[in-house]
């Protein structure tokens, strides 16, 4: 019986120990597009409205992308003023999918930008833009090898973006 055990025991040690977990490979050429919508940031007191947001991402080497960015948002306020934000940029991102042995069809990532934010508004709100460096944090998760959801807060046009997400290459 002891010799039963051992055996089993040691089976099962060994397919434990062998089972390798895959992770979304970022590597280069690889390529994603996001499309969503947003809500939160860009408001001022009073204000709400979706916003409409894209981004690529091109991998230029394991776990980094590079791409772009842009986001728009337009809405009136209780208090009788409308505003009219955009934003568009460059943005980096690192992918911890090994780092953190994620699941094959989950990605992981965050990262930051260099963007150039305007706006333009009527009554008490002006005009304005600026160059800032926004931050995100966000993930996918994969429904097929090429469509999937993405979710990123982070500092933009909207705070939260949710959307679909396709992946073209790799």
């Known amino acids: 019986m002891k010799k039963i055990f051992a055996i089993v025991a040691l089976l099962s040690l060994s397919l434990l120990t062998t089972t390798s ?3 979304m490979a970022i590597d280069k050429g690889t390529k994603f597009v996001n499309l969503g919508i947003g809500i939160g940031g860009a408001g001022y007191l009073g204000t709400s409205a979706l916003g409409f947001n894209a981004a690529a991402d091109f991998g230029v080497t394991k776990n980094i992308t590079v791409g772009a960015q842009a986001g728009y948002r ?3 306020s209780s208090f009788g003023y409308s505003l009219s934000a955009f934003d568009i940029g460059a943005r980096g991102s690192y992918h911890f ?10 990605d992981l990532y965050a990262g930051l930008g260099l963007t150039y934010f305007g706006y333009t508004g009527d009554g008490f709100v002006g005009d ?7 931050i995100h944090i966000g993930g996918r998760y994969m429904f097929s090898d090429k469509v999937g959801g ?3 807060l982070g500092s933009a046009v909207s705070t939260l973006r949710l959307g679909v997400t396709f992946k073209l290459g790799q």
């Open 128 to 134: 304005a833009s600026f160059i800032y460096v926004p």
């Open 97 to 106: 999918n090994e780092l953190l042995n994620t699941p094959e069809n989950v």
């Open 21 to 23: 977990f895959a992770q």
């Open 74 to 76: 337009s809405y009136g």
């Open 150 to 152: 993405f979710a990123e």
